[in-house]
Nanobody
Framework: VQLQASGGGLVQAGASLSLSCVASADMFSIHAMGWYRRAPGKQRELVAH???????NYADSVKGRFTISRDNNKNTVYLQMNSLKPEDTAVYYCYAAREGSDYWGRGTQVTVSS
């Protein structure tokens, strides 16, 4: 499975950004998709994921501000990020879990200035 992420950028605190991740495989064959991020000097952390049933999970730090969704017809997962904070600054990585294997896209930089 190849994953193509897009949508990062530089914004001010309080602004919004939307990330997209397009999968090369049929979404119905993918158990879960989501986003991790890695900030400078920190470990990678799960931001949000959505499983095939539609159930979602979020990191506590983004609950109420970020929303993950997917469009099965477009093989795409979206991450809508609102009320961005400087601490959201990180490289965001899209991932997919399919048939016991994990797949990763190239990261996209999100920078939030104060």
């Amino acid at each position: 499975v190849q994953l193509q992420a897009s949508g990062g950028g530089l914004v001010q605190a309080g602004a919004s950004l939307s990330l997209s991740c397009v999968a090369s495989a049929d979404m119905f064959s993918i158990h879960a998709m989501g986003w991790y991020r890695r900030a400078p000097g920190k470990q990678r952390e799960l931001v949000a994921h959505i499983i095939s049933s539609g159930r979602t999970n979020y990191a506590d730090s983004v609950k109420g501000r970020f929303t993950i969704s997917r469009d099965n017809n477009k093989n795409t997962v979206y991450l809508q990020m609102n009320s961005l904070k400087p601490e959201d600054t990180a490289v965001y990585y899209c991932y997919a879990a399919r048939e016991g294997s994990d797949y990763w896209g190239r990261g996209t930089q999100v920078t939030v200035s104060s």
